[in-house]
Structures are given as structure tokens and as C-alpha cells.
């Protein structure tokens, strides 16, 4: 079974300020993905970024990034240059490769203000 | 390319009733997922489909069920529906079964509101 772990509490962010979102994670897999996807308050799960557990680089996707640790098991979100669109939940997830069941965390509250 | 849609967007039922989502994935995705969002447990898998057959279901009664046609597009069904059951459900569309590289992408989701 996998277990994602996201524990920081809401945070207010300065629009064009970079925001780090933590993650770290738990599985007995060798082999997995993982997950960022952003939540509106519409509802809409959003993809953002993929990486894989076999990627020797840390994946990138205009102004995210992942900032891959395995060893660490950890998968922290970056978001540079914060917008006001950027507000929203954002949730870790990550499934095995031999499947696409998901397993999310609890989510990270993000407000970004002017 | 079309996204992933979910009909209806919202839905309201009473107790007792049974209730069917519906959801049409990214054309040319052959795998289906369900989850559920509530704001006690967060998002939880529902099950998976994959070219017509269920090849994962997580923890929910029997009254959760699903299935997928031939075109890739899921259908889950609620019966006997209980207050508990209100939550936003999520259907997410992905091109493979699994592997590398295998981005799933999620429908704008069915908020359902048992009374």
C-alpha cells in the first residue's frame, strides 16, 4: 500500500513569490509515479506534473517543477512566480506502475495574494 | 483534444435511491478510474477500468458498482444511497494500464448531494 503525507497548514503566498509544497511518501513499490494536481474551489482536479521513480531528472512544466528526492522519498512541488490563479489546493499522489490507482494526501491550501 | 467529461455536474437524491455517474474519457484513453471526495476522508479510489474489464476496486460496499463499454466510456452506479454517499466524484482517463510516463487526467468532477 502506498501512504502520501502532506502536512503543512494553509499558506498565504506574495504573488510572484516561488512556493515550495511538501510531500513525501511511503511504498514498498520499486516502481512508481507520481503525482501533482491543483484543486480550484470549482472542484476540477487539475494535472500539473509527472515524475517518475526511474527519472534521473527533476520534471519541469512551465513554472512547476518537481524536486525529486528518492532516496528521501519525497516529492516536493515548487511553483515559481506565484499568481493569483495559482490558489488552490494542491494535492501529492503517486500510483504504481502496475496500475493507475492513485493514493492522494490530505492536500496543501494555497492562497496567493496581492 | 477534448478533455475528460462527467454528466451530470451535479446531482441531488434522497435516501434510498440509487444514482448513475457517467463519464467519457480523453479520446484514445482505454483506462477509467473512479474516486471519491469527501471532506473527512479525502480522495478515495473507487475502482479502475481498463478496455472494458475492472482491474482494481478499492474499499467500498457492493453498493458502488461500474462498468465500461466498448468506446472507453465508465458508468458508476450507487444504490440504496445513504447520506455518507454525498461527495464530489472524480473520473480520471489515462492511455495505458500503467508504466512510465502515464498521466492520468481528471473530469470536472459529479458533486452528488444525498438529502
Known amino acids: 500500500a502506498q501512504k502520501i503525507t502532506q502536512t503543512q497548514p494553509g499558506m498565504f503566498v506574495q504573488e510572484k513569490e516561488a512556493v515550495t509544497l511538501d510531500c513525501t511518501y511511503d511504498t514498498s513499490d520499486q516502481s512508481y509515479g507520481l503525482f501533482w494536481y491543483k484543486q480550484p474551489s470549482s472542484g476540477e482536479m487539475i494535472f500539473l506534473i509527472y515524475q517518475g521513480s526511474y527519472d534521473e531528472q527533476n520534471a519541469t512544466e512551465g513554472r512547476y517543477s518537481l524536486n525529486f528526492q528518492k532516496a528521501r522519498k519525497s516529492a516536493n512541488l515548487v511553483i515559481s512566480a506565484s499568481q493569483l490563479g495559482d490558489s488552490a489546493m494542491y494535492f501529492c499522489?503517486?500510483?504504481?506502475?502496475?496500475?493507475?490507482?492513485?493514493?492522494f494526501g490530505k492536500g496543501n491550501q494555497v492562497v496567493v495574494i496581492p | 483534444k477534448a478533455g475528460v467529461t462527467q454528466t451530470p455536474r451535479y446531482l441531488i437524491k434522497t435516501r434510498g435511491q440509487q444514482v448513475t455517474l457517467s463519464c467519457s474519457p480523453i479520446?484514445?484513453?482505454?483506462?477509467v478510474s473512479w474516486y471519491q471526495q469527501t471532506p473527512g476522508q479525502g480522495l478515495q479510489f473507487l475502482f479502475e477500468y481498463f478496455s472494458e474489464t475492472q482491474r482494481n476496486k478499492g474499499n467500498f460496499p457492493g453498493r458502488f458498482s461500474g462498468r465500461q463499454f466498448s468506446n472507453s466510456r465508465s458508468e458508476m452506479n450507487v444504490s440504496t444511497l445513504e447520506l455518507g454517499d454525498s461527495a464530489l466524484y472524480l473520473c480520471?482517463?489515462?492511455?495505458?494500464?500503467?508504466?512510465?510516463?502515464?498521466?492520468?487526467?481528471f473530469g470536472p468532477g459529479t458533486r452528488l448531494t444525498v438529502l
Open positions: 499522489a503517486m500510483s504504481p506502475y502496475g496500475n493507475n490507482r492513485l493514493a
Open positions: 479520446s484514445g484513453h482505454r483506462s
Open positions: 480520471a482517463s489515462s492511455f495505458l494500464a500503467g508504466g512510465p510516463g502515464n498521466e492520468q487526467f
